[in-house]
């Protein structure tokens, strides 16, 4: 089996064959079809793994690969559901239905480790260079060592963030803390930081899940270095001391999301969308320029039927005009009957709101989109940046805290809602976090003419325009990616393999 695609079998030389491994999650999955696509477009072939149920959402990304000419192959692994306790087609974190599962699931991913090792020694006539695989794959280090390739993880998060992860884990800065409010002060980090156990990256800190979570940052201290979907110009500081602190090369090869240069590409993105994208498409173009705030939670976040309504009664009195994601879910039939028959009536003229899957991208790169409530997931956070638009934060669990640091106090482009504590991922916290009232002042101010929101707009676009020059030929970004194809081309080249004259290296060396 060989890879179609552009320049397919230079002569001289192997070209690096890189291994995505994404954690099976919209939010870690879609950077990596971006890296995918990247690396493709730079010269390198890609196996992309997955699974039958992600491989169907990933349709539109598999075609626009195929039509562009990549060298991208979709590689779909079965995935052992019945045999780990899950429901048939449970293939995905967005599909499991309670946290009790969560380990069972990652169980199952870890069983995907004799099928993929199985796969990568078919590939006689493209083995594999590098394995670029999701920090939450532990498992990946042993293929990497089997087959005598890097391993280089991928966590989804920023340098910033990135950076608090490891000091916190690695020094045990919140082992013996018994109030979870209580302010710590963390040392070793570049610029003042203090912060509560209660708001510090809490990824699988779920009862339970401990063992994988020592498992995986263990094995991270074992990586050849790390892929951050960031850019140096953005957080040079804490990217440069992460690189210093983990004593690994750090490529910052983002925003990755800018690889997307048209609106089908773009809406296509991680699954299907739930609406028709031109209607929405056309209901942005009738608006004016700057004018919509865009609401989205992500992929998970799981927001109470309490404060669907209680955003909804914010969003309305706010008198703007708004886009509004509220994701398919346990959550969504028992606000419908609300949505359908008082909400959305009344909010009609200036309201949109999307059940499902909405295609993020595209509408954040609308010139209408003025300002972004998001709850500071990474892959949210820097499209937002992207965008040049000024952003409402609203964490709910994980890294999104450090997330909102970075775009209040740092970047200063950023305003809190004022969320009163963590929702943590797959619970049923009743609260209501956010009022209707802190939801349209926070709305008001950043929509509205005053001069601190002026200064964010500025800011924000100051952003984006970085963010364009670090991706674009010449400069950081598009550099790394460069750089680290050849670093991955050397090795493989200099391993002393065989190589034919079509370019394909004919044996793994170990
Ligand atoms: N996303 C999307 N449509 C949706 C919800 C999410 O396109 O309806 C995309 C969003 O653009 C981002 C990713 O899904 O790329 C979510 O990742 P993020 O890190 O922001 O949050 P998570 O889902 O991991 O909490």
């Given at each position: 089996m060989t890879f179609t695609g552009s320049g397919d079998g230079q002569s001289g030389s192997a070209r690096a064959h890189f291994v995505l491994v994404p954690m099976l999650a919209q939010g870690h999955t879609i950077p990596m079809t971006d890296m995918a696509r990247l690396l493709a477009e730079h010269g390198a072939q890609v196996s992309f793994i997955t699974t039958p149920v992600n491989a169907s959402r990933l349709a539109g990304f598999a075609a626009d690969v195929e039509a562009a000419g990549l060298a991208v192959r979709l590689v779909e692994l079965h995935f052992p559901s019945a045999k780990f306790g899950?429901?048939?087609?449970?293939?995905?974190?967005?599909?499991?239905?309670?946290?009790?599962?969560l380990s069972n699931f990652m169980d199952a991913i870890a069983a995907l480790q004799e099928p993929l090792k199985a796969y990568l020694h078919e590939q006689q006539r493209s083995p594999p260079s590098c394995i670029i695989s999701d920090l939450i794959h532990w498992w990946t280090g042993d293929i990497a060592r089997e087959l005598g390739i890097p391993r280089l993880t991928f966590s989804g998060f920023c340098g910033f963030s990135s950076l608090i992860r490891y000091i916190t884990y690695h020094n045990n800065?919140?082992?013996?803390?018994?109030?979870?409010?209580e302010l710590i002060t963390i040392t070793g980090f570049p610029t003042p930081l203090e912060l509560t156990k209660a708001k510090c990256p809490g990824n699988f800190c779920i009862p339970g899940m401990e063992q994988i979570r020592k498992k995986f940052l263990e094995e991270e201290l074992k990586s050849d270095g790390e892929v951050i979907n960031s850019f140096q110009e953005l957080e040079t500081l804490y990217i440069e001391s992460f690189e210093q602190t983990t004593k690994k090369k750090i490529w910052a090869v983002g925003p990755m999301c800018l690889c997307h240069r048209d609106n089908n590409t773009m809406a296509a993105r991680g699954n299907k969308a739930s609406m028709d994208e031109a209607q929405c498409l056309q209901w942005l173009d009738s608006m004016k320029p700057g004018s919509v705030v865009f609401v989205s939670f992500g992929s998970l976040a799981c927001t109470t039927p309490q404060q669907l309504v209680e955003l909804g009664l914010g969003l309305e009195t706010s008198r703007k005009p708004f886009i509004w994601v509220i994701k398919a879910g346990a959550k969504l039939p028992e606000v419908e009957e609300w949505l359908a028959d008082e909400f959305e009536e009344r909010v009609k003229n200036r309201g949109m709101v999307i059940r499902g899957w909405a295609p993020q991208l595209m509408i954040l790169q609308h010139?209408?989109?003025?300002g972004f409530m998001t709850h500071c997931g990474w892959n949210s956070t820097i499209e937002g940046i992207c965008a040049g638009v000024p952003m409402i934060t609203w964490p709910h669990f994980g890294e999104q805290f450090l997330n909102e640091k970075l775009l209040v106090d740092v970047l200063k482009i950023g305003m809190e809602v004022g969320v009163k504590g963590v929702t943590q991922w797959g619970s049923e916290n009743q609260e209501v976090m956010v009022t209707r009232d802190e939801v349209q002042k926070a709305v008001n101010t950043l929509m509205d003419e005053g001069a601190a929101a002026e200064e964010m707009r500025v800011r924000a676009k100051d952003c984006a325009i970085k963010a364009r020059r670090a991706f674009d030929e010449g400069g950081s970004s598009n550099d790394n990616i460069r750089l680290l194809i050849q670093e991955m081309e050397i090795k493989t080249n200099a391993c002393g393999s065989v190589v034919d004259?079509?370019?394909?290296?004919?044996s793994f060396l170990v």
């Open positions: 899950l429901p048939d087609g449970c293939e995905n974190l967005d599909m499991i239905q309670s946290t009790d599962l800065v919140f082992q013996n803390v018994k109030d979870e409010n010139q209408a989109v003025g004259t079509d370019g394909n290296k004919l």
